[in-house]
């Protein structure tokens, strides 16, 4: 389940109407956002909901002219999920390279490319492992999900984003400044255990331990560039 979360409402463009598409771009309209999504079989759409009320755009996902009439130019994320893993790439790519759309999803089968493209910048899920909620994390802005609750409700384990200034810094000097533990990090689409000499690299995903009442003050701190100190 998806945690409670402030979200800004922006635009995403879904390449791939299948399942993992419709599920992800109706999950997307309930939350509040615009979404437009490409798929180059017109009789895709038909998993849509009658409801869905967001763009439907019959072409290829990595065409220009198909990712103009989605309203790339305004998207705030892109996601492609269709069935094949060099179209998600090629997407992936055109969108990020032409459009200048950062934040870019690809569903990849193959783990072991999924990985190399996630070190080429393009964060990827491999399917074995692949939910809606995890597709969610990498495509909107300030999410904090909580992933465990302790059963006395006095511990979480929350996922989240670290900005880019804290990239150099040891897990153990991030903990002391956020007043929090790391379980561990997302990093290259794979999980990994940290000690506290473990540094933070570019696009590392926290999944952090700490009190409900601290979680909002620890997200904060991740969030933004650490503190000088005097």
């Known amino acids: 389940?998806?945690?409670?979360?402030?979200?800004?409402?922006?635009?995403?463009?879904?390449?791939?109407?299948?399942?993992?598409?419709?599920?992800?771009?109706?999950?997307?309209?309930?939350?509040?956002?615009s979404v437009a999504i490409i798929d180059s079989n017109p009789d895709a759409f038909r998993r849509l909901s009658p409801d869905f009320s967001g763009r439907r755009v019959t072409g290829m996902g990595f065409d220009r002219d198909a990712l103009t009439q989605a309203g790339i130019d305004e998207a705030y994320a892109f996601a492609a999920v269709s069935n094949g893993d060099n179209s998600n790439i090629l997407a992936a790519r055109v969108v990020r390279e032409t459009f200048g759309v950062d934040n870019v999803v690809a569903r990849i089968y193959d783990a072991g490319r999924a990985a190399m493209y996630s070190r080429l910048g393009i964060p990827t899920v491999a399917t074995v492992r692949w939910t809606v909620d995890q597709m969610l994390r990498r495509l909107l802005p300030a999410r904090e999900m909580t992933e465990f609750t302790d059963s006395s409700g006095q511990i979480v384990m929350v996922e989240m984003s670290i900005h880019s200034a804290w990239i150099g810094t040891s897990i153990e000097e991030l903990q002391q400044r956020a007043d929090c533990r790391v379980a561990f990090l997302t990093r290259w689409a794979q999980g990994e255990l940290v000690t506290p000499l473990t540094v933070v690299q570019e696009n590392d995903i926290a999944h952090v331990l700490c009190t409900p009442e601290r979680r909002n003050a620890v997200a904060r701190v991740l969030a933004t560039p650490p503190r000088k100190e005097s």
Request: hydrophobic fraction near 50%; include cysteine.
């Open 1 to 33: 389940m998806l945690g409670a979360c402030s979200v800004y409402v922006v635009h995403v463009v879904i390449m791939g109407a299948g399942r993992v598409g419709v599920t992800l771009a109706e999950t997307l309209e309930a939350s509040g956002h």
